[in-house]
């Protein structure tokens, strides 16, 4: 079965700082991850994904993951970090399940990210 | 477009009781999906559909039925609310199969009594 961990339920970093969100995963097979993003009393928004490719994957908002096969990593990733990060970030991953042709996604916990002014 | 929309955004009910929670999105999407989130556990997977016609079964189905008359709306009902129930339920759409970027709606708060 796939999985992911996301291991800090609260990361906080100064702004202007570099910022670090931290998700590992477990899957059979090649794996297709991704990181969602959800701001106070909103929706969850697609930051980015990995299929295939360069490991270190760009996304929206400035963000960045770098995938890491030898430690079954996936990373988010911002070299400055804004007051406006500051929200919950869902790492996930591709479930094959029951049924390959659903390609549904599997979720970790979330990580909430406060950005000090 | 509206995108992915959701009613109501609020509501209480009291064990026993049951409702449909509405799921609209006019993105011509074929999978819709339905979440629950709660603290500490993030988003699981309760029903999805690959198109109108067509449900299954998520991670966590019990207590909850759904159906896809058309490829727009995809509403999840309670059949008899229990505490356990309640949670913020998101309804979510994506293109198709290889598509993995999906569209949420802003979600429905709901309590069990």
């Known amino acids: 079965a796939q999985s992911v961990a996301q291991p800090e339920d609260q990361v906080n970093v100064a702004e202007g700082n570099p910022l670090t969100v931290k998700c590992t995963y477990s899957?059979?097979?090649?794996?297709?991850l991704f990181w969602y993003v959800q701001y106070p009393n909103r929706g969850l928004q697609f930051l980015l994904k990995?299929?295939?490719?360069?490991?270190l994957v760009k996304g929206s908002y400035g963000f960045e993951a770098e995938f890491n096969k030898s430690q079954t990593s996936f990373h988010l990733k911002k070299p400055s970090a804004l007051v406006s990060d500051s929200a919950l970030y869902f790492c996930a991953v591709r479930d094959i399940g029951k049924k390959t042709g659903a390609n549904n996604l599997f979720f970790g916990t979330g990580t909430r990210l406060t950005v000090i002014p | 477009n509206a995108g992915v929309t959701q009613t109501p955004k609020f509501q209480v009910l009291k064990t026993g009781q049951s409702m449909t929670l509405q799921c609209a999105q006019d993105m011509n999407h074929e999978y819709m999906s339905w979440y629950r989130q709660d603290p500490g556990m993030g988003l699981r997977l309760i029903h999805y559909s690959v198109g109108a016609g067509i449900t299954d079964q998520g991670e966590v189905p019990n207590g909850y039925n759904v159906s896809r008359s058309t490829t727009e709306d995809f509403p999840l009902r309670l059949l008899s609310a229990a505490p356990s129930q309640t949670s913020v339920y998101f309804c979510?759409?994506?293109?198709?199969?290889?598509?993995?970027?999906?569209?949420f709606g802003p979600g429905t708060r709901l309590t069990v009594t």
């Open positions: 899957v059979s097979g090649n794996p297709y």
């Open positions: 979510a759409s994506r293109t198709g199969q290889y598509s993995y970027e999906q569209y």
């Open positions: 990995y299929i295939t490719g360069d490991n």
